[in-house]
């Protein structure tokens, strides 16, 4: 198998983040879609995308994708891909479904026929009428759009969000993914200190350690992928050997941890020794409106209350105002801020220099963006060195 496409899914609004990340892999053949990456690549490609990627969601065999507006063309067109070439004669391979703007609309239908399809076509290789179907497992989806058939085999099985260490759950979780991607998009540097004033159970500072001292987020779980037959142990176990060969633990880095919440700062204490960056990190209780510091050209990074799902409004906008207090005395810190309050620029007291619109689960919200100046020098850049590629591009 020397040519594999393969399809990294995000979220809306983190397609960019993505694609710079499988770029940072030394894969350029990269098509960038509504909530997917599409990519080129060979085994070790999906080994090192499900190691690497800290703002993907999945990464998908592409089997193949074609137009189909009847259920003999969908069956026909799912038969001719080589399914035998990914799954064993034992592979055990539920279909899921979705279907959106397209003629096929009956999801169950189109789930059963691409079953039998595949069914069929292993018959012919396999010579056998029986599949067992207690070995590996191969997820396999039917997505249609507008006609349009994508068929897919999911390898990462659990969400690349679930890197391990995260055991815990406060009120209102941030995913790793996302907190990853924000301090992606904030253009941290692992030589300047990072303070997440509202912390919660610690996802931000965590993330924040792990891009800081380039570990790979998914060094410390399994991948469905790792059971096939199909993708050889050896390719595995070379790329989690580069994975830890990168990895920069004699970096000394500068990160804080701050919330009033005296709870949620112990769960994030405990996560950071989860994921074994705790002497990286520094927790302390405290509430917004104490935050001081005498250090310059620092990072803000947070997922504040909304209001939606913690307090009532007057207390999150009091909050907001203590927060855009804070951002004044810190004149030569840069702050980035996720919340779906439609009036935090309002109450933080200046528009953001820069607005994009995220979703933290189905909520939608805005990361509003207060770049700081930059310092005089820096000895350093901080961009992850990540295989085959110590140079990343600022996303835009």
Not at 195 to 211: F, K, N, S
């Amino acid at each position: 198998m020397s040519k594999i496409k393969l399809i990294a899914t995000a979220t809306f609004g983190l397609e960019a983040v993505v694609a710079r990340e499988v770029k940072a892999l030394g894969y350029e053949d990269v098509t960038v879609e509504n909530a997917k990456v599409t990519f080129t690549a060979d085994e070790m490609a999906l080994c090192r995308a499900n190691l690497w990627l800290r703002s993907a969601d999945r990464v998908l065999v592409k089997m193949g994708s074609f137009k189909a507006t009847t259920f003999e063309e969908l069956f026909q067109q799912t038969k001719s891909l080589p399914w035998p070439d990914w799954l064993p004669r034992n592979a055990s391979f539920p279909v899921s479904g979705k279907s959106i703007n397209s003629k096929l609309f009956s999801v169950p239908d189109c789930q059963a026929i691409v079953k039998k399809a595949i069914v069929e076509k292993m018959k012919s290789a396999y010579k056998q009428e029986w599949f067992a179907e207690d070995g590996p497992r191969y997820a396999v989806e039917v997505a249609l759009l507008k006609d349009e058939v994508t068929l897919t085999i999911d390898t990462s099985g659990q969400g690349l969000h679930k890197r391990g260490y995260r055991k815990l759950t406060g009120e209102a979780p941030l995913k790793e993914t996302l907190a990853a991607a924000l301090i992606t998009l904030g253009h941290w540097f692992h030589d300047r200190i990072l303070m997440d004033p509202l912390c919660g159970t610690g996802t931000i500072p965590v993330e924040a350690a792990l891009i800081g001292l380039n570990i790979a987020p998914g060094i410390e779980r399994n991948f469905v992928a790792e059971t096939w037959p199909t993708v050889p142990k050896k390719i595995w176990q070379t790329a989690r050997q580069e994975a830890l060969s990168l990895e920069k633990r004699d970096r000394k880095l500068k990160i804080i941890g701050t919330d009033i919440n005296e709870k949620a700062l112990s769960m994030a204490r405990y996560h950071a020794r989860e994921a074994g960056v705790e002497d990286q990190i520094h927790f302390q209780r405290l509430p917004m409106s104490e935050v001081r510091t005498k250090s310059k050209y620092g990072y803000v990074i947070c997922n504040p209350p909304y209001g939606e799902r913690l307090g009532d409004d007057k207390e999150v906008e009091k909050l907001y105002k203590e927060m855009g207090e804070v951002s004044r005395a810190l004149d030569t810190w840069s702050f980035y801020v996720i919340t779906a309050h439609p009036g935090f620029e309002k109450f933080f007291g200046r528009k953001a220099v820069k607005r994009r619109k995220l979703y933290n689960g189905r909520i939608e919200c805005q990361y509003y963006q207060y770049p700081g100046p930059r310092p005089p020098r820096r000895q350093e850049t901080g961009a992850a060195d990540t295989p085959e590629s110590a140079s990343l591009a600022p996303v835009k």
